[in-house]
């Protein structure tokens, strides 16, 4: 495997762009590493490490500064036709025409890429059978779910049968049962054929499932090698810890984040998993809150990664310690019965049911199209409600929606907030379309830029921040009015490792102030964050539960410790057969 | 069947070309707002302009303030009525006519004062005073022709009559070349075409090469084998079949409808108009190429082809009677070039000397636009872009 050709190389390329202030940015900085035929290899890194910069180099979209990139031994910038001719390529949101339907879409890349028609028949059978996308030829690209167009798009790229395929971060906004499906895809593709394949990823799940990774940050290659050896690089510095029966995972995570030596600390499967530079100090800390420590826990990539990034990028301290409001079942915040939602005939909600209590971490869970996004806008009195009932902070939606709305916080998926405004301006609007004023209005934004780490940027123009920071302000504008619940809508998607991380604990802290969180994802490994969640599918509650109850649905006897992950897909196929 | 497969496998660009030609159509028919833009608005704007916009002066409500009962300030009286530019409304006393025109319910007051006839009886000059509503000039002075008119129409009844003594030395007989009605409507139809043309061919082509950018499919095309050149033919080619669309429905509907002549032939206009949908097409293309973004391009589009098109054309205001600078200013605007055609061919005809001229120019513009779009059409990513 070592031995195969190589697809696609780097030798010490730089690419540069103009910056706005007229200076410029370095996006890669000497880069060399390669990608061999017959393997995948991972690009990996967070947000900003030069991850398109690199895939669009390999494609021919840009030409490098200085240094050299060959695509299957060819110049991807003299030769850039017979380079396009041999290479599929996937840019971010799948580049499909979403006004055209699967098979026009797929008519036009395969007359743009010369495909000869008499061999259209049957690759496009082919193609539309691995996509599972048969049944639906006639449907709008638009209309599809975010997996269907990855899986488009990908079916798109594949065409002309490539030698190399580059695939930019495709599984963004894809839920995790299509994310699995890809990668059988991708997996056949490179046994069969030989092909060369990289993806460029946030995922460090997926990462892990490359054949060779290379990690990526701000520009520099850190490291390239099978996920696997980097995992090894850990080993006796990742431990476990079963928190004492009664304590709640997120509060041990918390105390070992603030370990000095921690470099990563998650929740993973009801336990606190850390890596650390001393391992000693983590089991002090564990005995003393009677935890059960695990030691020689096999390193994942995800814990190698974060070693390698630790100490690249500054981590901001999040406030507060001590729980205001101990979550009880008589203490409700938003109470659901029978919500039901229809568009024309279609029931995107069908009677759910649920209660969250005050001050949880509740996670509303599911893969597109299973009506999360809809529940969650009729809970912020964002659209209507078709039937049944729902109570926010004791305010009826349906007859006191403007009093119910005054007690919620809402963060929505997309940066919402005035790009051309600073970031005080920000704050300021949204703090007075609150009804805050005067002095109340300047303590109320001291609070939040001093929370946030804001103090240093509050004259920033908000469109000009780093995407942490936007972020950041987001969440600030949404906690202006200390609203009694606060709604984020996917905040984590598209966001990288570091990022998610910090802001886990963001929310963690606001939680433990006795603001009551509803959120959406679809990183099921953050579920374990929740303290209890919402699991649903085809517009019906799948499950509901604490992270450890929805576990145990999963648990069999080949299977001890399932993920959240494992779980969902269990359910979700078994929904499927039902139906 | 195969044997045309065949022969569009030989030509790889051909079968490229029609493949993203086929799209650009999908997309046209099934976004309605691109028809709407292409083909409903120069329907409704010809029949705005030809009903609604007139540049002429109709049926205007004149106060007339008659202090003299006698015959010749009757006939007066008379004149005006009979003409089809006035509606007499009668005022009791000067102050009653200055309500009336405070109240928007005349536009001018004619006071025919009691000197009229007894002026007149001595053979000396016998004054009438004319107010004038003077809030949008050009009306005034319109409306003030008219009055002079209908006082010479009264004076030679009188002479007719034999009432008058002496007939005026020297008469002008006017006689007006090319639109004798005096109508607008035939002067603002040609103008209008232009119009049409601009939107289309500007704004339109500039916001869907911009949307590309916006929603990522661009990339997904670049790194394909089609070449900047079928891009740009296949981007073209529907957008000049609806400009045309366009075209030929505004001016069909001002033949028909509203009785505008065409005089030139219509394959000049055919010609002309793709000269001048082509240079459109052309400046469209180059502003999506630089902007990329639709809200700028829009943007752009207005700023740079709309408005010139508007102001700067003659399409509404004669450039004739404009300072210098704009007149200077105003032969880059493709639209000016056209307007002059297009009225040259509605109202006077194919006159070689005028649209040989109209038609160099344009077809230079065309060309210099195009081959800048060609330029900026690149199968990669511009510079700036991280």
Redesign the interface.
Known sequence: MIDAPAALSFDGVTRSFPDRHGGRTTALRGVTWLARAGVVTGLVGPDGAGKTTALRLAAGLLTPDSGAVRVLDLDPVAQVGVVRDRIGYMPQRFGLYEDLTVGENLRLFADLQGVPHAARPDRFAQLMRIAGLGPFLDRLAGRLSGGMKQKLGLACALLKEPDLLLLDEPSVGVDPVSRRELWKIIDGLVAGRGIGVVVATAYLDEAERCGEVVVLDRGEVLATGAPAGFAAQQRGRVLELEPAPGEPPRALQVACAELPGTIDSTIRAGRVRVVTASPPRVEQLAAARGARSHAGVTPSFEDAFMAQLAGRHERLPVGRRERAVEPAADDVAVRVRDLSKRFGAFAAVRSVSFDVRRGEIFGLLGPNGAGKTTTFRMLCGLTSISDGEATVAGRDLRRAGRLARLQLGYMAQKFSLYGALSVVENLRFFGRAYGLRGRRLRERIQVGLEEFGLVERRDDEAGRLPAGYKQRLAMAAALLHEPAILFLDEPTSGVDPLARREFWQRINAVALGGTTVVVTTHFLEEAEFCDRMLIMARGAVLALGTPDEIRTLARTAAHPEPSIEDAFILLAERQGDAA | M?AR?GW??AR?GL??T???L??ET??IV??PSSIALALVMPVVLTFLFGYGVSLDAEDVPIAVVLEDPGDAARDLVASLQGSPQFEVVRADSMPAAERLVREHRAEAVLRIRRELGEGLAAGGPAPVQLLLDGVDSNRARLIGSYVDAAIGRAAAIRRLRGEAPGVPLVTAVPRTWFNPALRSTHFLVPGLVALVMTLTGILLTALVVAREWE???M????????RPGEFLLAKLLPYYALGMGGMLLASGIGVTVFGVPLRGSFAALFAISSLFLLASLGLGLVISSSVRQQFVAAQASILAGFLPAFFLSGLLFDLGSTPPAIRVISHVVPARWFVEASHTLFMAGDIGAVLWRDAGVLALMAFVLLAIARRKTT???A????
Do not use: N, W
């Not at chain 2, 990339?219 to 089609?226: D, F, G, N, S």
């Not at chain 2, 510079?383 to 991280?386: G, P, Q, S, T, W």
């Open positions: 195969s497969r569009l496998v790889p079968g490229r029609l493949g993203f086929r799209k999908l997309q099934r976004d929603r990522g499919t990339e997904a095309v670049l790194v394909t084998p089609l199968t990669r990513l510079e700036d872009r991280a």
